[in-house]
Every structure is written in C-alpha cells, then in structure tokens.
Nanobody, 122 residues
Framework: QVQLVESGGGLVQPGGSLSLSCVAS????????MHWYRHVPGKERELVAF???????RYADFVKGRFTISRDDAKHTVSLQMNNLEPEDTAVYYC????????????????WGQGTQVTVSS
C-alpha cells in the first residue's frame, strides 16, 4: 500500500519562506505525476503545482513565480519551495500522486497525503 506523508508546514511571517516535502512509501516502481494542492476551509481545493516524471511542470497563476516544485524519483519525493509567502497562502497543503506503478504494469491513482498546515501571519 502506497502512502504519502507531507512535512515542513508551520507558521511563517509574510515575506518568509517554507519548504514542504512529501515522501511516497510502499511498493513503488514509478510515479507519473506528483502534485501539490491546498485547501482553505470554506473554499474549493486548488492546485498549486504539479510535476511529471519527465520534468514538465505547471503552476497556478497565484504562485507568481514564488514557488518551485521539484522531485527526486529515486527517493519518491516531491518538494515545494515557497518564497515571499503571503497571508493568502495560509492553507492546508496536500501532496497527491497519480499514475503510481506499484508493480510492473499495475497502477494506482489519485493518492493523497494527510496534509500539512501552512500559516502566514505576523
């Protein structure tokens, strides 16, 4: 069974930085796409960024060049470096994985971590 575990959240002042990490564990051959989402209670969950196994990346418009997603396929990790944080970035951040090959030719999809809280406040 594949599990995703996020870490790195916390409290930071506006303009500060945080680095989030997500480790996928279990039986994993490869992971096609790894995502970061965020959710604020009362609002829709929104995609922050994703990165494919080939290195293709996509960011939400609100990132505005402040965040950088990266992944280490050997370690099955994905990271999100967040700079110049704003109070509006306060949310629970979730890691998600799609196209997870758990044994050769067998895939699992739409796997999620438990989330990590990011709070931007002075």
């Amino acid at each position: 069974q594949v599990q995703l575990v996020e870490s790195g959240g916390g409290l930071v002042q506006p303009g500060g930085s945080l680095s989030l990490s997500c480790v996928a564990s279990g039986s994993i051959v490869s992971i096609d796409v790894m995502h970061w989402y965020r959710h604020v209670p009362g609002k829709e969950r929104e995609l922050v960024a994703f990165m494919s196994v080939g290195g293709f990346t996509r960011y939400a418009d609100f990132v505005k060049g402040r965040f950088t997603i990266s992944r280490d396929d050997a370690k099955h990790t994905v990271s999100l470096q967040m700079n110049n944080l704003e109070p509006e970035d306060t949310a629970v951040y979730y890691c998600a994985a799609g196209g997870v090959e758990v044994t050769p030719g067998q895939y699992e999809d739409d796997l999620w971590g438990q989330g990590t809280q990011v709070t931007v406040s002075s």
